[in-house]
């Protein structure tokens, strides 16, 4: 079983995807469509920011409380599950042959240069 978590943020009327790309409803008509289905989900409509609204309160004169107080963005997180296998794993890349591959390279190319300066 595979478990995948996606927060998605209010913006412009819409949730979004945390990539910033993909609305929530195209996200989750994806997944479902890929064979995942919703496991849970929980929402945070966000807190006042008590700093920030007094000094815009203080700036404005108190004319921007009829507006309502400064707030966090409203989140919505989602988790989707599947029973399909999980992706082979590639396997870890040894870096000491990186390293020697650089090292070679590197001998044959000041060797060539050697060979091409005595001409």
């Given amino acids: 079983m595979q478990v995948r978590t996606f927060t ?4 412009s009327g819409e949730y979004w995807c945390e990539n910033g790309y993909t609305r929530m409803d195209e996200h989750i008509q994806n997944m479902i469509g890929g ?16 700093g920030k ?11 921007s409380l009829l507006f ?13 599950k599947t029973d399909k296998p999980a992706p082979p794993q590639a396997p870890p890349v040894n870096n000491s042959d990186i390293v020697w591959t650089f090292v070679i390279v590197g001998g044959v190319v000041a060797a060539l240069a050697l060979a091409l300066s005595r001409c």
Wanted: hydrophobic share 40%; glycine share 16%; charged share 15%.
């Fill in 35 to 50: 064979g995942w289905e919703v496991l849970n989900s929980t929402n945070d409509t966000g807190h006042v920011r008590v």
């Fill in 8 to 11: 998605f943020t209010l913006r």
């Fill in 53 to 63: 609204t007094l000094l815009v309160a203080g700036m404005t004169g108190g004319l």
């Fill in 68 to 80: 309502g107080g400064s707030r966090t963005a409203k989140t919505i997180t989602l988790t989707f």
